[in-house]
């Protein structure tokens, strides 16, 4: 893992997402699918952490040599700083950091599931996976057409693809998950990587448990220091003597872990309402009683 | 200013520590992770985790939170639990070359007494950091710390059984100064001010609470004046007790300011999260301080502050 003060190439936007390339050729010439960088926030503001993102692309080699892509949807403080920043800034980035993808030896059919912007880490995965002369198929999946991730560069990296958006907008209309069974059968998909929101990680375990079908996902944690000093990222996996589970790491032991192996419904449990809601067929009061 | 010999080195109450700048209990990983981060002979201490007598796996995440300037967060104390803790991650710990100080946590009287007879004659600890802010199993009450009897009672066992120095780590209070007072008595060497301060963090647009713990701690340096307040306090009242300065410090100039009011060295917590280099950063601005002002050594900053002449007794009007 490097620390380096990398310049903005360019700052493009995505559909929905922005996508900012950087010049940090320690960093990508060690990146692997998967793994992830850590973007330090400036100094004079009041929010601190750094953000923490997939990296979409890293070349080693050709004209872009050395330069490194993340890709994100501005929601917070941090990530609308970021989309407001411009080619020729500099960034403070950290990377890269986590464990990687593994690649299948002898397996050769490989399903990328993706929803949102999880697709940007299996695109760089995908390029992997064909030097490696695996076949790639892909699911990809999104609310609206804006959300689909770049749906001409996942074309071109695979095989055959299916789109699907909660809309109809573009593909088919549905989510990855009413998608998944089809390909899986018709790609004769001997291994499935997956990215995306806990709940659709844990519908696409579930189906890969069912077919016996071995899996990566990365998953989607709140990260604070992203180097292991913190214990804040923690997701719930068994262990491997089935001996109970450890809350691992999500930036040190992951973000890639065997989805087989990881407690979905103790990760997911909800964090509790504060206002209950009210059990159906009951009448909502609306103002205070008096 | 030649001819000066000029060092990070202190002494706080018999513990020798390279620089005055330390990392904050909770902030240092498990002992693998620093080595490829920060220089780890430059740091003035480390302080682990704060380590239970059971193994725990902590809180349900989210366990952060962002607020202005400072931190929402909630581990649970997830550690292995002391006999792995001493087995695996102190050997560690004590490999990267940087003084070790342990933090051990509990419920009971008992679990504090067996935690410190578990870390008797471990090489390369320099001391135990008590964390007293979590629950008082035994009496029932919200936090072990409230009262300073509870406190000097807990404080005390520790201490009657080390033979290694004993700080004890206090939460904010109104009476901060009497706990401090009861804890030095009881045989504390030293004190930590402050442990973080409770929080709560709220999603309106989920209606949820931030953390999966619901409750949780702010840090950072949102909490820097206030600990710098209780700092002072206590330096004011016991001068020649060792103050560890914690909250909020992530330069140089903060650290000089928590020793003016009285630290003998500081804690750098959260913004070792935010950057691991943060320490060695701090430290190098603490020798750039004292270069300027031309001061031989961060001892040297305590007490300096100048105080206003004897306050009138008729108010400032």
Known sequence: ?290 | MAGVKRSLAVDVGGVLLPTPVMIASGCAGTGRELAGLVDPHKLGAIVSRSVTLAPRKGTPTPRIAESASGIVWSTGLQNPGIEVFVKEELPRLVHTGAPVIVSIAGGTMEEYVRLTSLLQARPGVVAIETQISGRDEELGREVLASRPDRAAEIVGAVARMSMIPVFAKLPLLADVVEVARGCVRAGATGLTLIDALPALGVTASRLRPSLGSVSGWLSGPAIRPVALRAVFDVASAMPDVPILGCGGVRTGEDAVEMMLAGAWAVQVGTATVVDPGAPVNVATGVLAYLKEKGLASPADLRGRLRLPAAPDPEGSW
């Open chain 1, 1 to 290: 893992m490097r620390r380096t003060r990398a310049e903005i190439l360019s700052a493009r936007r995505v559909g929905a997402y922005h996508s900012l390339t950087l010049v940090a050729p320690e960093v990508a010439e060690r990146a692997r699918p998967g793994q992830f960088v850590a973007v330090q926030m400036p100094e004079d503001r009041d929010y601190l952490l750094p953000r923490h993102f997939s990296i979409h692309q890293a070349s080693r080699r050709g004209g872009w040599a050395g330069t490194l892509e993340f890709c994100f949807e501005p929601g917070g403080k941090g990530t609308t700083w970021l989309a407001n920043a411009r080619a020729h800034g500099f960034l403070d980035v950290t990377g890269p950091l986590g464990k990687g993808f593994a690649y299948p030896k002898r397996l050769t059919n490989c399903l990328l599931v993706a929803e949102g912007h999880g697709a940007a880490s299996l695109y760089f995965l995908a390029q992997e996976l064909l030097v490696r002369e695996k076949r790639v198929d892909m699911v990809l999946g999104a609310g609206t057409m804006e959300r689909v991730f770049k749906p001409i560069e996942g074309k071109r990296l695979s095989q055959t693809n299916a789109i699907m958006t909660e809309d109809g907008t573009l593909g088919d209309r549905g989510t990855v998950l009413d998608a998944l069974p089809e390909m899986a059968a018709r790609c004769g998909s001997e291994v499935i990587y997956a990215a995306g929101p806990a709940p659709m990680l844990e519908k696409v375990a579930a189906f890969c448990r069912e077919r016996r079908i071995p899996a990566q996902v990365v998953v989607e944690e709140r990260m604070a220091c992203g180097v292991g000093l913190c214990h804040s990222c923690v997701v719930p996996v068994a262990r491997k003597d089935g001996s109970g589970y450890d809350n691992l790491r999500a930036c040190v032991d992951g973000p890639v872990f065997n989805p087989a192996r990881v407690l979905w419904d103790r990760w997911m449990s909800d964090v509790p309402t504060m206002i209950p809601t009210p059990p159906e067929g009951l009448p909502v009061v609306r103002s205070w009683p008096g």
